[in-house]
């Protein structure tokens, strides 16, 4: 093992973290906490639950995330005009937009939460959820090089 696999783990492991995060605060906990909490019970636990992971994706997850990307494209050679070639550079581009996109929902997730509008903060919700999940499928899609 290589210690750039050791970079590739942690930046796979970090992003399984934070994806498999959404997924299971909002297939698993949100669904429970509706079924079963009253309304002000369910609001604060929610608000807690969402704090703690914003903590974590914030000061280890996207730390980690950023670190481990900057230091695998360094490693490939990646320059900025190999983000207009075909193949490996024009995935890698779509994903870091993406990836900015999805940073920007989940702020304005952040943002509605605290301006009460839970409509709007569910709608940032599912749109850094999915735009996550485009970000692990063009993860996948770029080529072993």
Request: some cysteine; charged content about 10%.
């Amino acid at each position: 093992m290589t210690w750039w696999a050791v970079v590739r783990f942690l930046h796979v492991l970090s992003a399984a973290l934070w994806v498999g995060g959404q997924l299971t605060v909002s297939l698993v906990v949100l669904p429970q906490a509706r079924r079963l909490l009253d309304d002000q019970v369910r609001a604060r636990m929610l608000n807690a639950v969402g704090r703690r992971f914003g903590l974590v994706t914030a000061v280890v997850l996207l730390p980690l995330q950023v670190l481990t990307g900057v230091g695998i494209a360094w490693h490939k050679g990646l320059t900025w005009a190999s983000l207009a070639e075909p193949g490996y550079g024009r995935i890698l581009a779509t994903k870091l937009a993406l990836f900015c996109v999805v940073m920007a929902a989940a702020a304005l997730h952040g943002w509605a939460v605290g301006a009460g509008r839970p409509r709007t903060a569910r709608a940032f919700a599912v749109a850094s959820l999915i735009g996550s999940l485009g970000v692990v499928l063009l993860a996948t899609a770029l080529p072993a090089t």
